[in-house]
């Protein structure tokens, strides 16, 4: 019966873990570049449960086993979905996106990161940032252009000003993504880098997050009804040891 309680609570607890990711994923449906992440559960091993006070007659030596029992269930790990959000076209000109497979790469002081949100504008300097201030980076370094007007920027990366090429922005694609760690403002970081993508950058457009509020709603309420059968579960349990305190008190 107390194993009961712990089974049950396990699975609150678990509950709970995918209730935030969930919730983290609905708040940031609206981030450029953002990616979902999962919650995935792994289960305590089980154990056998067998009959025991069979009549002393029978010959079995051993008691049957009538089958086995799990002992709950605690979160496993948390992946991200890596899959292509929307592209949304804007009218800023530093406004990116990439089409396909690839990462842009962008340096700040705490080192160096990959993201999909290519939402840049010009710092005081010239140089492309991201909203934190982390400088895009080319094939040469961190990119700087004169003017926004002349700017334009074709499918491989190359950038021009009037016309002539002043810059070519590094594109990389990631071996293995789920070695990739988030860090927060929709930067990555880890993962083996190569240079080179697959895919097409797209000016004057933005990724959107790969995040369905639908589906995410949706497992919202499957969160909150396992979580309240496990409730229940433990109301029960706790019901049931009261009862059995009352049978063997001595009054």
Not at 125 to 132: I, K, M
Not at 200 to 218: A, D, R, Y
Request: proline share 2%.
């Amino acid at each position: 019966m107390i194993k009961g309680l712990y089974t049950s609570a396990s699975g609150m607890m678990a509950e709970m873990v995918r209730n935030d990711v969930t919730a983290n994923n609905m708040a940031n449906v609206n981030t450029t570049g953002y990616k979902k992440d999962t919650a995935l559960f792994k289960a305590f091993p089980e154990v056998l449960i067998s009959r025991i006070n069979d009549d002393k007659k029978t010959d079995i030596k051993k008691p049957p086993v009538i089958g086995s029992l799990g002992t709950g269930a605690i979160v496993d790990e948390i992946i991200t979905d890596h899959g292509q959000g929307q592209l949304k076209e804007t009218t800023n000109p530093f406004d990116l996106a990439i089409a396909g497979d690839g990462y842009f790469v962008v340096q700040n002081a705490n080192g160096t990161f990959y993201t999909r949100n290519g939402s840049f504008t010009q710092d005081s300097a010239g140089y492309l940032v991201n909203s934190d201030g982390g400088y895009l980076i080319g094939e040469d370094g961190p990119i700087r252009v004169e003017n926004a007007d002349d700017v334009t920027i074709d499918e491989s990366g190359n950038v021009f000003e009037n016309g002539t090429q002043t810059a070519s922005i590094r594109l990389v694609t990631i071996t293995d993504q789920t070695s990739l760690v988030k860090t927060g403002d929709s930067l990555f970081t880890g993962g083996q880098a190569l240079n080179g993508i697959t895919g097409q950058v797209k000016q004057k457009f933005l990724e959107n997050s790969n995040v369905n509020v639908i589906n995410e709603m949706v497992n919202m309420i499957t969160i909150m009804r396992a979580y309240e059968a496990n409730q229940k579960v433990i109301t029960a349990h706790d019901q049931t040891l009261g009862q059995a305190m009352d049978v063997g008190r001595i009054r």
